[in-house]
Structure formats: C-alpha cells, structure tokens
C-alpha cells in the first residue's frame, strides 16, 4: 500500500498507525491538541503534524501535509466534523482538501452502528436501511451522505470500541456508579485490533469491499451480562441499574457483520467480547 494520510489518530489511529508502520507503509499523522501530538511524535516522531478541520485554513494546511498520500483515513469523532452552530464547515474543508491531493485512490471515514438506530432488538447488517432518529445520529447520516458523494470514498461503521486503556463501562464500575441504560438492551462491540484490521482492509483495491461495510465482533450482548461479567472480571460489586436511559448507546439492536466479513475477507480475531476483555483484563482480581 502507498502512503496513508490518518486524519484524527486518536485511540483507534494509534493503533492503525503502528500496523502500518509493522507493514512499512508511510504514514502522515494528524491530530488536533498539543498534547496528544507530543505523545504521537515521542512514538512516530516527525510524521505528526496537528490539525484543526475547524479553521479556516484547514483545507490548505491538508493539501500541503497530503501531497504524497495515496490513502487516506478519517479516524474522527463526528463532532470534529460539525462547527459549533451545527454547521458542516469542518467537513468541507475536509472534503476540499482531500480533493486536491494528486495522489489520492482510496478514502475510508469511520462512522458508528448508531445510524441503523433503535431497532429494538432486531438484526442489522451492512446493507440494513439507516433508521437515524436522534440529533447525533442524523447528524452522522448527514455526515456519510456527503462523504460518499465524492469517488473512492468508503465507510466503515463501527461498534463500539474497546482495548487497551478503554474497557467501556470499566470507571463507572470501579466506582461504584449505577448503570444507565435498559439492562435488557444489546450492546454491540469491537476489539480496536479487529477494528484496525477492518479500516485497513477498507483502505485496499479489495474487489469486494462495499462503500459501507459495519464491524462488530458479531456476538451482541444484552447489557445487564455485559455489566455483570465485566463487574466479576474487575472484583467490583455486582451492577446496580439506575433506570435512566443512556446518554450514548442506548439504542438496542444486533449488529451482524457477516455480510462484511464475506465481501471483505477481514475476519475479527476477538469474536466475543469475553475473549476481549480477557485480553485487556487478564486476570479476575479476587474481591
Ligand atoms: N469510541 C467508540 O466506541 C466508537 C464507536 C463507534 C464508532 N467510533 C468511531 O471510531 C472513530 C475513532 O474513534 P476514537 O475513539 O479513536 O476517537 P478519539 O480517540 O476521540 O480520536 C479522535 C481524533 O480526532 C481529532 N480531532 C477532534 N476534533 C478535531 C478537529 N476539529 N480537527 C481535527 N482533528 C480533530 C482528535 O484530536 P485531539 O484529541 O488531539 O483533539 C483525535 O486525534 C471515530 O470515527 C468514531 O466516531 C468510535
């Protein structure tokens, strides 16, 4: 693979970053604050550059760092893409920016399973109509909708992500705080290593990869056994359920990936999330 531009190497660009670098594929990093630039350079060094898509400038500062990239991944949080009034303006100047990168084939943005929205408990897949009813996931429609108007650009919609340092649910767990949520709602999760895996594949000439392709291990959980199992794993007390709805996540519906994993050839190497946290939390700390 050329070289790959990450735009937003937060938690999930870290990790794609170091695959590339394994694979010596070039990478240009960019990241917004001053300090998670430094700890990028202290493990990159001079490929981590900062940007803010809300500036003004920001399409001429991404035309000057994207000169040689043949790839391009957009690992942003969707607010990165939204002013302040609600606008798009960060997202033009994406768009117009990648726009004049001369080498540019591919463009893959991670978006998230929020925009099949509350299906109370039913399947979706990849292909599945989009049933976005809250702000945030019609904003995220609105966000794929003008990404994938231009050529070569893909979406990959992610479950939600947990790793290293990031087990969801872990501090609030840890410190005693009731969980909020329908404790009978389905959680839907991915490994960060499955999801670089998957964002990566995206970014290739593989023949059978669609311009909208989901990841999630394929093992939904109901929250109640997420809480629970993750509360044993720490030695924390069994989860109390505060019967308020989530501020994030609550919407309940299975992810299926299979459609991906046969279009792609990508294959999640955590299955279930209890194989994950196995991973993450290695041993059961005794209470
Ligand atoms: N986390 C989840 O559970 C989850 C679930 C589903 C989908 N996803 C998707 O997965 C992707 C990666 O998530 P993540 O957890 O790795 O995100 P993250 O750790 O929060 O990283 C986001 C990156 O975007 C940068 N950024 C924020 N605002 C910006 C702006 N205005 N201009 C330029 N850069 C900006 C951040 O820079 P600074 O930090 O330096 O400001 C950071 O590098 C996102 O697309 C997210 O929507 C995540």
């Not at 994406?94 to 925009?115: F, Y």
């Not at 000439?205 to 629970?228: F, K, M, N, Q």
Request: with cysteine; hydrophobic share 40%; charged share 20%.
């Amino acid at each position: 693979m050329g070289p790959v531009l990450i735009i937003g190497c937060g938690y999930l660009g870290r990790v794609v970053a170091r695959r590339c670098q394994r694979l010596g594929v070039p990478v240009v990093l960019t990241t917004r604050s001053e300090e998670r630039a430094k700890r990028l350079a202290n493990e990159f060094g001079p490929v981590v550059h900062r940007l803010d898509l809300a500036q003004a400038d920001a399409a001429a500062h991404l035309q000057a760092l994207g000169l040689h990239a043949q790839r391009a991944l957009v690992l942003l949080t969707p607010g990165a893409l939204m002013d302040e009034a609600g606008g798009m303006a960060p997202l033009q100047h994406l768009c117009a920016g990648l726009a004049t990168l001369p080498r540019l084939t591919r463009a893959v943005l991670s978006s998230s399973t929020a925009v099949y929205g509350d299906r109370a408990g039913q399947t979706v897949n990849a292909d599945s109509p989009c049933a976005a009813v809250s702000p945030r996931e019609r904003r995220l429609l609105e966000i794929e909708t003008h990404w994938l108007g231009s050529q070569g650009r893909r979406v990959v919609r992610l479950a939600g992500l947990y790793g290293p340092e990031r087990v969801i649910g872990e501090s609030g767990l840890r410190r005693g705080q009731a969980v909020d949520g329908d404790p009978d709602g389905w959680l839907n999760l991915i490994h960060i290593q499955d999801a670089a895996s998957l964002v990566l594949r995206c970014l290739t000439d593989h023949a059978g990869v669609a311009s909208i392709e989901l990841g999630s291990d394929g093992a939904p959980v109901v929250r109640r056994t997420y809480y629970e199992f993750l509360a044993a794993r720490l030695g924390c007390r069994p989860p109390a359920f505060s019967g308020q709805p989530a501020v994030r996540g609550g919407a309940s519906r299975r992810c299926d990936p299979r459609l991906t994993i046969e279009r792609t050839g990508w294959r999640p190497m955590y299955r279930d999330f209890r194989l994950g946290l196995a991973a993450e939390l290695p041993t059961p700390i005794p209470r």
